[in-house]
């Protein structure tokens, strides 16, 4: 049987919070008290699963192929993972567009009762046979977990029979309340079943890159360029990377991870096997995120020198057309949301426009968020609202209605139907939005769209948002249950 | 005649979703929401494939962000979770602006036996009407979804009518959102069937709702455009309403199949056949029209494709094959069913494949699969240096048409990142979008030069 690796649910890191909402500077106080307790919604909207995250981290290494070991819906992710993925691809340098390279094997009634790992093993051969991978990764599903389906021991099986490496991925859907455990649950499998043992030789000007997989292109690209001015090279892994790039990782001299979720597990992994120092920074999207990442480049290399020159004259450099933005944007009363480091980022960034915070989002509330909630509220008081949720749409309309929010950075269509501009952050692969450049980009984008909301208020004159008001009216938290402590 | 089936034990590139897609049925009736007793993930998984990676759709009155859900925990898994369901179907009742909620279980609740319909039984009697399905995708396909949807809404909702309106048509058999087009083919086709003097009823899309819903019993007879899917419907309402029904097995496209269409439905129906030839003589003349106005073009595309594949739904497949055969003048190389016909059905949908104008129609090869990469693998082992084969399927096999610079033209889900707006290939104006969709692309990969 391959070994069993088991990875903690983020839920249940210490200090670590996903349930939640009120006022910041209260919420703030409870968790530093130690008195913070989780509360569970009970009510929710749709979310993303477990699975469909591990899916996003190990269907975009270059040539490994992954199995779905589940009914054939669990596969659909991958049709909207493959639109995007293939442009990424080329925008990357990675080579001309491919679709990913996976296989399901179909669970029908009758695999549910019976079990199905031989079906398992067939799927994984003629996989294989398409496309000749370096690694294949099986996907568990919620119907596989329940039934107990030993995938552990039908990796070691299928390993055996195509000579090349099985990797069993525990990452049912219903597992974790956060589906950023399925990005631990990848990175465990690539540390635990690829990387362990392994001593590639040192590479000394080798930094790891750490991106959450919602980075565009041009950001990892931007984060590549600023590197070399401290004469090193980034392996930007996992997305689009090869297995090889994989492989390289304990051969860094250093690791960067650009979020508070993505990839800080197998940083510390790195420094505890190999000594590899880490640094954990904001995404890399605002003046002060963007100036860490400088700064943490010039301390790990003892270059910082070069970086505060460097942020010097990036600073003189945007200051005039970021003076022209903050006079466009001033005073604007903005919500951000999406996954905690965007969530942040894009909240400091509004502050560096000028614009007034009225609302955060964040899913986890833990350490990294508590310390950034502080920075923001040196800048726009600790009133304001901090929703802890994986985005739920009811709880965002209700917010923006009562705290008349102008704009949205975040998941856009939320505000859409309320006839709030706003600009979707994830998911959007056409432009810059790390670094200095980034900065204005995303200024000029927000501009942009909030001169211009006819399309939102059009939209928000014919009725389309889906709430009774009697909703829109009530506490936006009034489905946290307050008495149950987790 | 044989079927030809080939089975792989596993499948790559969805062109389906599982049961749960079924909720995308509900969601294209107006002010119907679904409530969901399922994975986190499960309404996702669906819409990648039939909505957001099929033209760029999304639900209408109900963005699918907001539909409720109770999002399988661990916990769940272990203790059942229909209390927490009732709970969520008693706030959606409050909270919600919606006519209907069709609450409905996956895999994991079927898996754990959490019973859906003792939940549904203590919402009985309430303002608006709460019905039951049951979608685990262990069980099927999207299709079995939407007819699970259908099943609910008529055995649960619908009641007999005490009138019949003999010029009204229900339609059925174009799956909304899985059919990339439904929306603009649902219109031209009520356009058409208004015109033929029928009064179409349609219960997708907008502005219908539940007030079309509710006129279901009372139709002269159901209209199914599809080779299988629905047929249960039909034969359903035939058993609980006593209303007959006409099956035509696809969306006509292109002048052969449309006449034929209109020719057979007015004479089920004894309706004005002089007006319909009427109709379909302007429509015909229209169509040549526009051929004829780039006639030029299709013909001095140097590479014209002669030949074609397909890889989508049966429904898509059966029409497009009968439109490039009779009225393009092309030959079909392979032609992939890819979305899981009943066994017991597919003898009969193959057998509506011989209604073509080709010496040995026996001879097309009709591959039903679940497997839509299948398709993939034939498609790149060909010579096709000096045989440009046309590509017709989804976004997965675009890649495959472009690598080898083949015609392509995406007609079936996942049809692929891009916004379908009005476009339909339905009957005579439907029929030139495809015919330039096809010379367009063909002219885009250097096939052809306008002289």
């Known amino acids: ?486 | 005649m044989s079927v030809k089936a080939e089975i792989t034990s596993c499948v790559e590139q969805p062109r389906i979703a599982c049961a749960i897609g079924g909720i995308y049925t509900a969601l294209a009736i107006d002010r119907v929401l679904p409530i969901l007793h399922a994975g986190p993930g499960c309404q996702g998984q669906a819409g990648a494939t039939l909505a957001g990676a099929n033209g760029g759709q999304n639900a209408d009155t109900y963005l699918e962000s907001v539909i409720p859900s109770t999002n399988f925990s661990e916990s769940d898994v272990v203790f059942g979770a229909a209390e927490r369901l009732s709970h969520v179907v008693e706030e959606s009742l409050k909270y919600y602006d919606a006519d209907m909620f069709i609450v409905s279980d996956g895999c994991v609740s079927q898996i754990v036996g959490d019973d859906i319909e003792e939940v549904v039984r203590t919402f009985e009697g309430r303002e608006k009407p709460v019905l039951h399905a049951s979608l685990p995708g262990f069980k099927g396909n999207n299709l079995f979804g939407h007819s699970e949807i259908l099943k609910a809404i008529v055995e649960q909702y619908l009641t007999k009518s005490d009138h019949v309106n003999e010029k009204q048509v229900n339609v059925w058999g174009i799956v909304p959102f899985y059919d990339t087009f439904w929306v603009a083919t649902l219109e031209k086709l009520e356009a058409l069937l208004t015109e033929l003097g029928f009064e179409p009823n349609i219960i997708y899309g907008h502005g219908k709702g539940l007030k079309a819903v509710d006129k279901i019993p009372s139709a002269g007879f159901n209209l199914l455009i599809s080779p299988w899917v629905d047929l249960d419907i039909v034969k359903l309402l035939e058993e609980k309403f006593d209303t007959p029904y006409f099956h035509y097995p696809n969306i006509p496209i292109g002048p052969t199949q449309t006449a034929d269409f209109v020719r057979k439905l007015v004479k089920y129906a004894n309706l004005d056949e002089v007006g319909a030839e009427r109709i379909i003589k302007r429509e015909e003349d229209r169509y040549y029209y526009y051929l004829n106005h780039s006639i030029k073009f299709i013909f001095t595309c140097r590479v014209t494709p002669r030949e074609f594949y397909i890889n989508s739904s049966a429904s898509q497949a059966l029409a497009l094959t009968k439109y490039l055969i009779n009225d393009l003048g092309m030959t079909p190389r392979k032609i992939f069913i890819s979305e899981g016909v009943p066994e017991e059905l597919q003898e009969e949908v193959r057998s509506y494949f011989n209604d073509v104008q080709h010496e040995r129609p026996e001879d097309l090869e009709v591959i039903f699969t679940n497997d839509g990469g299948l398709c993939d693998t034939y498609v790149k082992s060909e010579d096709t240096t000096f045989r440009k084969t046309a590509v017709f399927g989804t976004t997965w096999d675009e890649l495959t048409a472009k690598n080898l610079k083949l015609p392509f033209v995406p007609v079936s889900a996942p049809a692929g990142d891009l916004m379908v707006g009005v476009k339909t290939y339905f009957a005579w104006e439907g029929a030139i979008n495809l015919a330039a969709d096809l010379y367009n692309d063909a002219a885009n990969k250097g096939l052809g030069t306008v002289s």
């Open chain 1, 1 to 486: 049987m391959a070994k069993a690796i088991v990875t903690q649910n983020r839920e249940d890191y210490p200090n670590t919070f996903y349930g939640g909402g009120g006022c910041c500077g209260e919420s703030v106080n409870r968790f530093q008290s130690g008195c913070y307790n989780n509360v569970n919604r009970s009510f929710e909207q749709t979310k993303q699963c477990v699975q469909m995250s591990s899916v996003q981290v190990l269907t975009k290494i270059d040539d490994s192929l992954c199995v779905f070991h589940s009914p054939v819906g669990c596969t659909g992710c991958t049709s909207f993972i493959n639109a995007f993925s293939k442009l990424l691809r080329v925008q990357m340098g990675r080579g001309a567009p491919r679709n990913i390279h996976y296989i399901a094997t179909n669970m029908d009634e009758h695999d549910v009762v019976f079990g199905s790992t031989d079906k398992l093993i067939a799927a994984i051969a003629e996989g294989y046979r398409r496309y000749k991978p370096k690694v294949v990764f099986i996907l568990a599903s919620c119907a596989s977990g329940i039934i107990g389906d030993n995938i552990n021991a039908a990796a070691k099986q299928a390993e055996e029979q195509i000579g090349t490496k099985v990797i069993p991925i525990h990452c049912e859907g219903f597992r974790s309340q956060l589906n950023s455990t399925g990005i631990d649950t990848a990175f465990d499998a690539i540390t635990g079943y690829l990387l362990d043992g392994t001593h590639p030789p040192k590479e000394d000007d080798l930094v790891n890159l750490f991106f959450p997989q919602s980075t565009t292109a041009y950001d990892r690209l931007e984060m590549a360029k600023i590197m070399g001015l401290f004469g090193k090279r980034a392996n930007t892994v996992p997305d689009y990377a090869t297995v090889d790039d994989i492989l390289r990782i304990p051969a860094a001299a250093a690791s960067i991870v650009a979020c508070y979720i993505f990839g800080d597990h197998l940083a510390e992994w790195l420094k505890k096997e190999y000594g590899i120092p880490y640094e954990i920074i904001g995404l890399p999207i605002g003046l002060k995120n963007t100036d860490n990442y400088v700064r943490s480049l010039g301390k790990l290399f003892g270059q910082e020198d070069v970086a505060e020159a460097f942020i010097e004259k990036e600073h003189a450099r945007i200051e005039k057309p970021l003076a022209e933005l903050r006079k466009k944007l001033a005073g604007k009363r903005v919500l951000t949301g999406s996954g905690t480091s965007r969530s942040l980022s894009t909240a400091l960034l509004a502050g560096d426009l000028g614009m007034e915070i009225v609302a955060l989002q964040t899913p986890v509330l833990n350490n990294d968020v508590v310390r950034e909630v502080g920075v923001l509220s040196e800048q726009h008081g600790d009133e304001f609202v901090l929703d802890i949720s994986c985005v739920q749409p009811f709880e965002l309309a209700n917010i923006i209605k009562k705290y008349k929010v102008d704009f949205l950075i975040g998941f856009s269509t939320v505000s859409t139907m309320l006839g709030v501009p706003g600009i979707q952050t994830q998911g959007q692969y056409d432009f810059q939005q790390a670094g200095y450049d980034g900065i204005l980009n995303l200024g000029e984008k927000i501009a942009r769209l909030s001169a211009n909301p006819t399309l939102q208020a059009h939209l928000r004159d014919r009725g389309y948002s889906p709430y009774s008001e009697e909703w829109l009216r009530k506490d936006p938290f009034s489905y946290l249950k307050k008495e149950e402590a987790v």
